[in-house]
């Protein structure tokens, strides 16, 4: 666990920066059992706190990672500011990096059909000397989860990375957690399909003005109601933190 823990609406973050959340994966990497990391934006801080099981999934991870402008304001609003807001999917491309210079390996799971595939042959371009050990897509019945774990344990992988959106990602983790041999797993939502090239992430701009979720509803406006969480979020912070 981090020196430093905040809570936020009584779910765990740690303090981290990149760099730090970086040298923490390098040591998971180098260490036995499997660390968890979670990558909590608003919205799921919000679904943890009515869900009983992936809170407990996020408590017990060894790094919660703070994936979202809104957690960054609450933070702020709680004394306790966050440096910098830690996207899931540019601590992943750091992680990948890291994988690559180092000769390690990753294990895709996750997404629809050859999705999972594509990404890794990204992946592979991107970073040479990174080894995709193997690739499995998301949709799956219950009965088939023991040959899953089968199938990764056999690919031997470093890092597993769980492309199966919140909080399944987090929950299959924490069930297998014990039987997993990876050295790390991490929940990564969509990020296949933008590594895939089958989902544009937002420009520059949006993201470096904290408007990656006003680029997301200019594309699909259907999400609003996803959208609406981070206002809901702040307000349950402010007036929590000031116990009205
Ligand atoms: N997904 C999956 N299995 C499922 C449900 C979802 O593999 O049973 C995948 C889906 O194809 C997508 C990813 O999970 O690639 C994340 O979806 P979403 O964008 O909704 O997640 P978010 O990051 O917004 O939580």
Redesign the pocket.
Known sequence: MSEERIKILGVPVDMVNFDSALSRFKEFIESDGVSLIVTPNS??VVNATKNEELQRAIQSAEMVIPDGIGLVYASKILGHPLEERVTGIDFLGKSLAYLAETGKSVFLF???PG?AEKAGAKMEEAYPGLKVVGTR????KPEEEEEIIAEINAAKPDLLCV????P??ELFVLKYKERLTAKAAIG??????VWSGE?KRAPEFYRNHGLEWLYRFIQEPTRYK?MLALPAFMLKVIFKNNKY
């Open positions: 919205e799921i996750g997404s629809k999705i897509n998301g949709y799956f492309a199966l959106g919140s399944k990602q990564i939502g969509g990020s296949l399909d989902l996803r």
